[in-house]
């Protein structure tokens, strides 16, 4: 009697060792939530998570308690993870993700609830990406505009770094949600992102299905946080890093290891990007390097962790710096941070950055900035463009995303003066005599004079440059970290009031109707 008792007990001590050990670590990915939104067709969505070595986990999709796909997977023993493509689905739902682990006769399951298919982008950067809806302009009646966009969902990383990749996110602050007033505007530089959720507003009036947001940004950090040490070493980015940089974490991809890479098994529609404050003054010069290789790196490391469901070129947008008032020794920091933006190119798509589209805001500065000049509060301005971007590049809409540059550049040095030729119409604002400048030279030495603007029509615009009496050799438009008061630049669009971006472009024949070259 004795002795079956204690065989008894040793089976069931071994059954329970063993139930234990297949419910130890079985879940999803962190992410992976109620109120989650998946990304549509025509790519399948990734649901992944951990397991029990070799166990067999069955990941069904229901809608009404109906199951209507169902995907089986094994654990997979060097990681203990599992992954499961979904079959392309139309946007909408709700539906139920139920994921089943079975190993022997032992099963478990995990549930996540009032799951939608969509667009899912993803929103980094520093501080004015991580600014959030309760420190913008009109700030009440943005928190309070929520009911219409219950389809809109949001997530926020939390702030964290980490030395080496790591597999998952650490932590999240705000779990997918469907949007309040009190998770828009938790508090400042907290969540929601201002600009990520405006952004996800816009496209959502737009496309009228859901939208998934999160947001993974963190203040005070330079791109080389955000950044590979794959990427990082192409750009022969020095590895050493000023102790008294930033306020926020600086070293080579600490944000990249800890708040991008868990995040690349997800199936994204897009990217949008708010950063570069933080390199005005620390590597600069290889930023024209820096950020489109982050955007080639990024987008080969999700399309590989999402098996191909993330399109390899997947669209990517960014902001192209306001103004700030900071140091004169800096004057040109700004200005040539915002240029590297385009890898010196002055407009986006280009050769270097395809797929790729940019809100310009140098006319959107804040000079009565609670939060500093730095942290301009017209966050919906800034959203509209980059939504504007989106429709032409991710859409393919036909609309107006950006403002206009000069197509031709013509020295008229008899007439003492320099036609400009825009690829679009322009709309003149008002004259400005000094954010136009050409560069005079003579015997090698040059200096910068103010081209005052003359004449224009509906698509040129001609310049006096009559106080240079040497030789044009460069020309540059808004080449200051203050152009202009807020929407006062002298140039936008008529239709779309799209301000004309900066950009500097050399004259190196400088003879009657000579054609210039934007300056690369």
Known sequence: MIASE???????????????SADVGFRFASYIDDYMVLQKEPAGAVIWGYGAPRATVTVTLCRDQEPIMKKVTSVKADSNTWTVVLDPMKPGGPYEVMAQQTLGRINFTQRVHDVLFGDVW?????????????QVFNAT????????????????????????????????????????????????????????????????????????????????????????????????????????????????????????????????KGVIWYQGESNVNFNRDLY????????????????DGSQGQTERLFPFGFVQLSSYLFDEALDDGLPQIRWHQTADFGYVPNQRMPNTFMAASVDLCDRNSPFGSIHPRDKQTVAYR???????????????????????????????????????????????????????????????LPAPMDTFSTQTLALNITSCHDTPAALRYAWTPWPCEYKQCPLYHPTSTLPAPPFIALITNPSPGYRSRTAK
């Open 6 to 20: 204690f065989v008894l007990g040793l089976v069931l001590r071994l059954f329970l060792q063993a139930h234990v």
């Open 122 to 134: 993803l929103c980094s950067g520093q501080s004015n990406m991580k600014m959030t809806v309760s």
């Open 141 to 268: 009646g943005e928190l309070s505009n929520t009911a219409a966009y219950q389809s809109v969902r949001i997530l926020s990383v939390s702030s964290t770094q980490a030395q080496q990749e790591l597999e998952d996110l650490a932590k999240v602050d705000l779990r997918w949600s469907k949007p309040t007033s009190k998770n828009l505007g938790h508090g400042n530089f907290t969540y929601m992102s201002a600009v990520c959720w405006l952004f996800g507003r816009f496209l959502y009036d737009t496309l009228r299905y859901p939208v998934g947001l999160l947001s993974s940004s963190w203040n005070g950090t330079p791109i080389e946080a955000w950044s590979s040490r794959r990427s990082l070493e192409a750009c022969g980015v020095p590895r050493s890093m000023p102790s008294d940089l930033q306020f926020g974490p600086s070293a080579h991809s600490v944000l990249w290891n800890a708040m991008i890479h868990p995040l690349r098994n997800m199936t994204l």
């Open 288 to 303: 024209n390097c820096t950020f489109p290789l982050l955007i080639d790196d990024w987008r080969q490391t999700f399309h």
């Open 386 to 448: 980059l939504h504007l971007g989106a429709r032409a590049l991710a859409y393919g809409e036909k609309l107006i995303f950006q403002g206009p540059l000069p197509q031709k550049i013509e020295l008229l040095a008899d007439t003492g003066l320099i036609n400009l030729t825009y690829s679009q119409p322009i709309k003149v604002q008002r004259r400005d005599d000094k954010i136009f400048e050409v560069s005079c030279c003579s015997d090698h030495q040059c200096k910068w």
